[in-house]
């Protein structure tokens, strides 16, 4: 019997349970949920980097999407407030569109 002891998606033990087989679950408090969704991130992003196809990569990003949305909400956030930030560093600082690769700074 394999043990994950891991976060996982809302539906994944009633899809186990759907296919026959047993889990055990619990339900995290504030602290832990926090923790292990900062350790499904790292995973995630890991599994993005190592995406070899454009469609494997965009399935990761998803996943890495989810996690940002329960992410902020674990701040005391919203995805809105998340997104008007992410605008006013944009409008300041500009986007990565250009594809800006800075060498060096000369003081």
Known sequence: MPTYNKL???RI???IRANGNKCSTEILDEA???KELQLK???????????????????EL???????YSLVEVHHSSVEELEEVRREKREIRGGFDERVYLIDVED
């Not at 995973?43 to 196809?53: N, R, W």
């Not at 998803?62 to 940002?68: C, Q, R, W």
């Open 13 to 15: 033990p009633e899809i």
């Open 41 to 59: 991130f790292k995973e995630e992003l890991q599994e993005y980097l190592e995406a070899q196809e454009d469609s494997h990569a965009v399935e």
């Open 8 to 10: 996982v998606r809302d």
């Open 62 to 68: 998803a996943d890495v999407l989810e996690l940002i």
């Open 32 to 34: 832990e949920y926090k």
